[in-house]
T-cell receptor, first 116, second 112 residues
Framework: KAGVTQTPRYLIKTRGQQVTLSCSPI?????VSWYQQTPGQGLQFLFE???????NKGNFPGRFSGRQFSNSRSEMNVSTLELGDSALYLC???????????????FGNGTRLTVT | GQQLNQSPQSMFIQEGEDVSMNCTSS?????WLWYKQDPGEGPVLLIA?????ELTSNGRLTAQFGITRKDSFLNISASIPSDVGIYFC????????????FGKGTKLSVKP
């Protein structure tokens, strides 16, 4: 069974640009979550999508947005990039969301975004 | 807000030694998860705990869900070089995905 696939693996952008990251969940998983990982802040929750609807959102500015398609694939967009947006962006999928029994998050290998 | 205190922050041990790390909080959690992250990769799920007092093993790894529901520990027995990495605990409270909180991680180094 294929794991969570994230593309691209690496991305370099300049301030002010926008970026779109892609995530394909494990087959059969309907919940997709996005996390930002930095050395200083650790893993911080961005948002979760389930059945094409944003079910929950973390404390990030509106420049961070996402969507989910009918095949459960998800994209995350960051507009007007800032230097502080440099981070590893991780996507994680689960059957129905980690609040359900036996439905823990499974992570992809992330997209390393560098903003210059 | 809710916070997870994970300790120790880092460990340097000799191959063959046992390792213990833990996470504590002032909040009650419904689920505890333990992950390991290798450089350049995403976290990999090691053990999931869903009930207070639950003790679960996965090979040389053993984790427990504290009976107060405010803590969890992970033990690694007879460490080997491939155990090197960062171990994260994650706790879920409430009924929504947004309430999954991660500890800051324990960086494990193993000397052969």
């Amino acid at each position: 069974k294929a794991g969570v696939t994230q593309t691209p693996r690496y991305l370099i952008k300049t301030r002010g640009q926008q970026v779109t990251l892609s995530c394909s969940p494990i087959s059969g998983h309907r919940s997709v979550s996005w996390y930002q990982q930095t050395p200083g802040q650790g893993l911080q929750f961005l948002f979760e999508y389930f059945s094409e609807t944003q079910r929950n959102k973390g404390n990030f500015p509106g420049r961070f947005s996402g969507r989910q398609f009918s095949n459960s694939r998800s994209e995350m967009n960051v507009s007007t990039l800032e230097l502080g947006d440099s981070a590893l962006y991780l996507c994680a999928s689960s059957y129905t969301g980690p609040s359900s029994y036996n439905s823990p998050l499974h992570f992809g290998n992330g997209t390393r975004l560098t903003v210059t | 807000g809710q916070q997870l205190n994970q300790s120790p922050q880092s460990m340097f041990i000799q191959e063959g030694e046992d390792v213990s790390m833990n996470c504590t909080s002032s909040s009650i959690f419904n689920t505890w998860l333990w992950y390991k992250q290798d450089p350049g990769e995403g976290p990999v799920l090691l053990i999931a705990l869903y009930k207070a007092g639950e003790l679960t093993s996965n090979g040389r790894l053993t984790a427990q869900f504290g009976i107060t529901r405010k803590d969890s520990f992970l033990n690694i027995s007879a460490s080997i070089p491939s155990d090197v990495g960062i171990y994260f605990c994650a706790g879920l409270f409430g009924g929504s995905q947004g309430n999954l909180i991660f500890g800051k991680g324990t960086k494990l180094s193993v000397k052969p």
